[in-house]
């Protein structure tokens, strides 16, 4: 890790990954990332509310959410990946983000142990599934989110977590229905390829938020994509309402 942070456009310093060619790249030259996910932020989350970000990676979701949220706020940020991780950790230090707490765990819909298969020029790129080049692997502790904190109130929920959308869904279903009445938003990124590599029906993703009372309320172009097997952040609020 560098012994210097990056300023980001959003007006707080950063860690970075520097063997990272995808989202740390992004921010050291730029600033940001995916500077349409950050108005989504900006939109549902006020002093006070509650932020889950699940694959939080260096934590550059993680601390926006925590200045919007406030003292009085509550962010939880997930990451199982050890090297994000840790930076993810130095960069709640770093900003004085005290609403912040972390959870290394892998969401999925059942507990047990799992295996991340980790990308050598993309740490963003951690798969829960054998992929061809991710010759990196880290065993970690896998957890259905309901079981964590199914009767917790959230505003809002980032999930990326690289073709493992589906199973994280499906150990969120309890949350999610809970939360329904109360607006809550959820931003998901939706990767065909990924989900199929997964060993899932990309179109299930649609049907179980449906089950628990969301629909496509929206989607959010994002900045990079992944060669030809686009993908794009489709964003669920309670009966599709804006």
Not at 25 to 36: D, F, V, W
Not at 51 to 70: N, Q
Not at 72 to 85: H, I, S, T, Y
Not at 226 to 236: P, Q, S
Request: proline share 7%; with cysteine.
């Amino acid at each position: 890790m560098p012994t210097k942070p990056i300023n980001t456009l959003e007006g707080f310093p950063l860690y970075v990954d520097p063997t990272d060619r995808a989202v740390s790249r992004a921010l050291k030259n730029r600033g940001s990332y995916e500077p349409a996910t950050m108005k989504v932020l900006k939109k549902y989350l006020k002093e006070g509310s509650t932020f889950f970000d699940v694959g939080a990676h260096i934590g550059y979701f993680t601390v926006a959410g925590s200045r919007l949220v406030g003292d009085k706020g509550k962010v939880m940020a997930f990451e199982p990946f050890e090297r994000n991780f840790t930076i993810l950790r130095n960069n709640v230090l770093l900003n004085k983000a005290v609403s912040v707490t972390l959870v290394q765990v892998a969401l999925s819909d059942a507990e047990g142990e799992g295996e991340l298969h980790i990308s050598p020029t993309n740490s963003g790129d951690g798969r829960m599934f054998p992929c061809a080049g991710h010759m990196e692997k880290q065993p970690v502790l896998c957890m259905p989110l309901d079981k964590l904190h199914s009767r917790t109130p959230v505003d809002l929920i980032k999930v990326d977590v690289q073709g493992w959308e589906i199973r994280v869904v499906k150990g969120m279903l309890e949350l999610l229905k809970l939360n329904c009445p109360r607006g809550l938003r959820v931003l998901i990124e939706y990767w065909p390829y990924g989900l199929r590599a997964a060993g899932e029906s990309p179109l299930e993703l649609f049907v179980l938020m449906e089950s628990a009372g969301y629909k496509v309320c929206g989607t959010v172009p994002l900045l990079e994509e992944k060669d030809e097997r686009k993908f794009v952040n489709v964003l669920f609020s309670p009966g599709g309402k804006t």
